[in-house]
């Protein structure tokens, strides 16, 4: 299989991973997050001791960052549902930093409470990268705990979670901690002076904006003799709705943020479209679609178009087209910038690592005391790819509203995961007969 067919966002954070053992920590990255001056005078920074939750590919991926971001970080404490993850991650940390990764045996911490126990270790931040249904209940525990976050995306797979997000945020406000979001692209530096004319009024009011996120196939774990129904879904979490969100929340969701980024974040008032899987249908799969094509209409008229595939063999395309009153804007993420009309504009992409922005810019927050919160916004854009999902699934037009308000949740409370859970992964939705309200 070709796991990175059509998808550059993958290909980044792998080769980021693969070298960033060979990176000098404290280098430029370190200075342009605003340390420099305490680096060249010689003070020691105050420890931030973090603790990962979910040690994956991105979760190791955004300890690795966290250490680059300040010099005073220090990895104490590791959290996973698999102890194989786990000691991959350690062993991937400490290649980086033997110095600071400091996680003994006591602050290795397996199973469902996992989270937890690392929250309770006296970590300053947190670090979220598990599956997505367990993002709102680990964050809410977070902000209650008194911690600054960075919270993956999407932060949600059903409207339950996304209003434990909302009022998590909230929350986290009156206290005073930083949420950074895992929606990269937001921190990407082209992507900021592009998005940042068309809200300036460069392409005039906003008519529609059209988003595609299309490339290949991803990775899938074949069943062991000695696992449970429950451990093959979480092995394949990507697979299964009530794990990931299908793949328009837990991938295309970064297309539909730009969207809405476009939009001013202003919230749609329906949706409507249609979704299904023609090439991925071998029972691997769980019960995930492979494309969507979804609607979104806005209160003065204005449309959002977004469309996503995951598909071997297909062409790839991330790119976000904005139609306004006065001119338009192309952006082909990554690569050329372009705006054409009244004020036209053009550019080659910059290149800073997004990823690693996102910590620069979470641990400044915490240095300086001037929190930053994406709540509120990271909320509502999984709330979008939710409400896609919805309306592909169901083949019915659906109102924000109703999406929002609804109280159907599509995994199990967190206080009753366990190895023996018994828990089936619903058939695949079939439009005009599956009913998501």
Partial sequence: ?????????????????????????????????????????????????????????????????????DPGVVITALGDIFEDRLEEAHAALLEISKDRVKVDKKHRF?????????????????????????????????INAG??????????????????VLAAAKKAKEKG??????????????NRKAFGKVLNGDVGEIRSVSTFRNGGGLWSKPRQPDWTDVTFQLRNWYYHSWLSGDFIVEQAVHSIDMMQWAMGDKLPIKATGTGGRQARVDPIYGNVYDHFA??????????????????????????????GAEGSAFFSIGSKYEITGKNQWNSAAEQNNMYQTQ?????????NGKPVNDGEWMANSSMLAILGRMVGYSGQTITWDDAFNSNKELGPKIEDYNWNLKWTTEPVAIPGVTKVL
């Fill in 110 to 142: 397996i199973g469902f409470d996992a989270y937890q126990r690392v929250l309770d270790s006296g970590v300053d931040v947190v670090l979220l990268a598990t599956p997505p249904n367990f993002r709102p209940d680990h964050l809410t525990a977070a």
């Fill in 294 to 323: 979804i609607e979104y209409e806005y209160a003065n008229g204005a449309k959002g178009y977004h469309f996503c595939r995951q598909q071997n063999g297909t062409s790839g395309r991330n790119s976000v087209d904005v139609m």
């Fill in 177 to 190: 901690l930083s949420i950074v979001s895992g929606f990269c692209f937001r921190y990407d530096a082209s």
């Fill in 359 to 367: 910590h620069n810019e979470l641990f400044a927050s915490i240095r």
């Fill in 1 to 69: 299989m070709n796991k990175n067919n059509g998808n550059p966002e993958a290909t980044d954070r792998r080769s980021f991973l693969k070298t960033s053992g060979l990176v000098m920590l404290g280098s430029t990255l370190a200075y342009q997050s605003g340390f420099a001056a305490n680096i060249l005078s010689g003070v020691a920074k105050p420890q931030i001791k973090v603790g990962l939750i979910g040690c994956g590919g991105r979760g190791t991926g955004a300890a690795s960052q966290a250490l680059e971001a």
């Fill in 147 to 164: 911690k600054h976050a960075f919270c993956e995306k999407p932060v949600a797979v059903d409207a339950p979670g996304v209003r434990k």
